[in-house]
Structure formats: C-alpha cells, structure tokens
C-alpha cells in the first residue's frame, strides 16, 4: 500500500528564515512524485514534479529534490506570501491516482 | 481557458437529501477525478474517470456515484447525504491520465451535511 508522511505538520518561520519539508513516500514504482500548494479556502495549486532519483527543480525561492525514499521541498528566504500549506502526493504505475500526505502548514511572519 | 470549475461553492443539505456537485474542464482532459479533504486526513480519491463512459472507485467510493457521458464533466451524486459526507470536494483533470502527468485541480465544493 502507498504511504505518503510529511513532516513537520506545521512550521513556523520568520521572514528570510530559510529551512525545509519533508516528504517520505513508500510505493512500489514511482511514477511521479508531485509538490502542490494550497492556499486556505481554494483548491491545491501544482508546483513541481519529480521523476527520478537525484533531480532537483526550482521556482523562485522553492527547490524540490527527490531521493530513492523521500523528497524535500527548500525554501530560500521565506516571505509572507509563501503562507501556505504544502502538500505532497505520488503516482504509481497504472493511472494518474494520487496518493497524498497530510501536508505541512507553513506560517511566515515578517 | 476556464481550467477546471466546480459548482456550487457551498452546500448545506439535511440527512438524506440527494445532490449533484458538478465538475466541468475545458482543457480536453481524458482523465478527471474527484477527490474530499478532511482535517487530518489529506486528501483522499472517490471516483476517477479514464475518458467518457468509463469511471472507477478509488479509496472512498462508498455513498457516491458518478458517470462521465462528455470529456468535458464528471458529475459526483450524492444519492443520500450523511453527516460523514461533510467535506470539501476537490475535482482534477489530466491530458490522459498517464502516472507522469500533473493533475490540476478545480476550487472546490464545502458540503455541510446537518
């Protein structure tokens, strides 16, 4: 069975306070491995995907990476405007299914 | 392009009561699928849809029912409401529903089942 856990749940940061989420996945060939957006009140809003071990992508001040067993999104220099929850979700072989962690609420002060 | 769109926005129904939540994409996506959002639980799969007039259960299909006559919508029914369908609803297109593909997302339904 899938399992896709996120760590921490919530996180706190000042501005420019750099850190990192964590996502560790187990399933059984890994299709993809997606990073979402989520603001309050409205549906998730696609960041990256990932493919295959060892590739990196970036927007902005975020840098998604993906191991063999778990992913981290990096965030540079947080400001206010990244508030968000941030959720992870992979794909298997087969169809497009999705299976999500529980996310991680992400505070930044100023 | 209008993306995905969901309607209605809100919802209250009572115990028992029936209701349709409609899901439209004018992205050409063969795959659509519905997912609900509840504290603590992530999101979670209902029903998916590979193109029109195929459909499949996910991880919660129980007290939902969908078909897909058009590429365009996937209606979700609700044939009698209960409290345990209180929720956001959350519909998804894909081009074709290949494992590699993004998904994007409609903004949402909040069911309120009293």
């Known amino acids: 069975e899938d399992q896709v856990t996120q760590s921490p749940e919530a996180l706190r940061l000042q501005e420019g306070e750099s850190s990192s989420l964590n996502c560790s996945y187990t399933?059984?060939?890994?299709?993809?491995l997606f990073w979402y957006r989520q603001d309050p009140g409205k549906g998730p809003e696609f960041l990256f995907t990932l493919y295959s071990a060892g590739e990196e992508k970036e927007k902005e001040r975020l840098k998604a990476t993906l191991t063999k067993k778990e992913s981290f999104l990096h965030i540079t220099a947080p400001k206010p405007e990244d508030s968000a929850t941030y959720l992870c979700?992979?794909?298997?072989?087969?169809?497009?299914?999705?299976?999500f962690g529980k996310g991680t609420m992400l505070l930044v002060s100023p | 392009n209008a993306g995905v769109t969901q309607t209605p926005k809100f919802q209250v129904l009572k115990t028992g009561q029936s209701m349709t939540l409609q899901c439209a994409q004018d992205?050409?996506?063969?795959?659509m699928s519905w997912y609900r959002q509840d504290p603590g639980m992530g999101l979670r799969l209902i029903h998916y849809s590979v193109g029109a007039g195929i459909t499949d259960q996910g991880e919660v299909p129980n007290g939902y029912n969908v078909s897909r006559s058009t590429t365009e919508d996937f209606p979700l029914r609700l044939l009698s409401a209960a409290p345990s369908q209180t929720s956001v609803y959350f519909c998804?297109?894909?081009?074709?529903?290949?494992?590699?593909?993004?998904?994007?997302f409609g903004p949402g339904t909040r069911l309120l089942v009293l």
């Open positions: 998804a297109s894909s081009y074709s529903g290949a494992g590699q593909e993004t998904q994007y």
């Open positions: 399933v059984s060939g890994l299709r993809g």
């Open positions: 979700a992979v794909t298997h072989s087969g169809y497009s299914t999705l299976t």
């Open positions: 992205m050409n996506h063969e795959y």
